[in-house]
């Protein structure tokens, strides 16, 4: 007989964490000169021709202000961030909340539509900082 597994199911922006993760980012670094105005105006411009009714739900989707930019160098700078600006964030209650459930032995997944490089990072130091080291 097979035993179901329990999943507790944790959203990373707006939840975990108070901001979506991907707009602070891209606000940093068009900070750091890492994304100029042309890449903004391009991922606008991608966004208003998607015919949605919703330009923000367009800009969601479309990542296009990274185009162009080497893969590495985001992904550590997406680490940084993470490290620098994100993970102080993690509302405590969500430890806590984590905890219990492996305790329990629930499967605990992190949901997020963000970007990889964010969530990567922030997967591992959740795990790290609330529920004691990395799953095997």
């Keep these: 007989m097979i035993r179901a597994r329990r ?20 606000r940093h670094l068009v900070r750091k000169g890492i994304v100029g105005p ?7 411009r991608a966004g208003a021709r998607t015919g949605s009714s919703s330009l923000l739900s367009s800009l969601r989707r479309c990542k296009l202000y ?3 930019k080497p893969v590495e160098e985001i ?13 102080n964030r993690i509302a405590p209650g969500a430890f806590a909340a ?17 970007l990889e490089v964010l969530v990567e990072p922030m997967a591992k130091a959740f795990w790290r900082r609330g529920l004691g080291g990395l799953p095997s």
Excluded at 7 to 26: H, K, M, N, Q
Excluded at 38 to 44: G, K
Excluded at 75 to 87: A, I, K, T
């Design 7 to 26: 999943a507790a199911i944790f959203d990373l922006d707006g939840t975990i964490i108070p901001l979506s993760s991907e707009r602070a980012f891209v």
């Design 75 to 87: 992904r550590r700078l997406g680490e940084e961030f993470v490290r620098s600006r994100l993970v």
């Design 98 to 114: 984590a905890a219990e459930h492996r305790r329990a032995g629930d499967r605990i997944v992190l949901l997020s539509g963000s």
């Design 38 to 44: 042309r890449d903004l105006l391009r991922w606008f």
């Design 66 to 68: 990274l185009a162009g």
